[in-house]
């Protein structure tokens, strides 16, 4: 069998395509990332006019420092629990809209519109509705003998921003799997259903197999998202309170940077921030993806 090759009429061409995706890499992403490894190792004051170099310093204070490894667990805590939150949901409403006949438009719509939401307003949505003194859901909880208050108990604090974060993600996730759903044949389900499976027989052993290579995707993106783009739901909800209980390491770079100003350890938690994502999607990719039949 020969394989088409594409070609390209002018030398250049190939190279002015590439070049406004290159530039943007190199600005907003590589630049950055060659910055904070400079500066990591070294110990700026306050306001940038002195500069000292450290070596490894910065990072071996941030690994003998508490309030840091409180940090690096509230992370991986948050984490897991908003990825496995957010992909089961989306799962479960990816199935239950695949399998309605009428109305299905409104519903995929009514689960897809919240991805349009900013981070910071569907924390400040979920801020509100947790509110001890205005929101419906704590009124509803102290109704039934739970008395909530985030703004003095860490661990409700914690659970609420992963609502939120968890509740902001589900969209994404739901167009995945509902397209990776609608496009298993049917034929498959229907030889299923003769043969005698019910529902849930089905989908885990027909359904949630074809779907393994996007629930993968999904999950490196998932794992992406709660580790660095969950800024401004931390910062609208509890601003890492109460007591550090929410403080994340995204959130930790940016308070002691321009809370603290200390610069250079702020560059080395996302030197580190940055090592443990790219480690995480490396084992991924080489280990988990390998049991993964596309």
Known sequence: MQTKRVTFSHRWLPYLLIAPQLAITIVFFIWPAGEALYQSVLQQ?????TTQFVGLENFRDLFSDPDYLHSFTITIVFAVSTTAAAMISALLFAGMADYVMRANA????????PYAVAPAIAGVLWWFLFNPSIGIIAYVLHQLGYNWNHLVNGGQALLLVIIAAAWKQISYNFIFFLAGMQAIPRSLIEAAAIDGSGPMKRFFTIVFPLLAPTTFFLLVVNIVYSFFET??????????????????????????????????????????????VIGLTVIQFRYIERRVEY
Do not use: C, N
Request: aromatic share 12%.
């Open 45 to 49: 004051g306050a306001f940038g006019l």
């Open 231 to 276: 800024f401004a739901i931390i910062d609208a909800t509890t601003q890492g309170g109460p007591g550090d209980a929410t403080e994340i390491l995204v959130y930790k770079v940016w308070h002691d940077a321009f809370i603290a100003l200390d610069l250079g350890g702020s560059a080395a938690q996302s030197v580190v921030l940055m090592a443990i």
């Open 106 to 113: 409104f519903y995929r719509t009514t689960l897809i519109a």
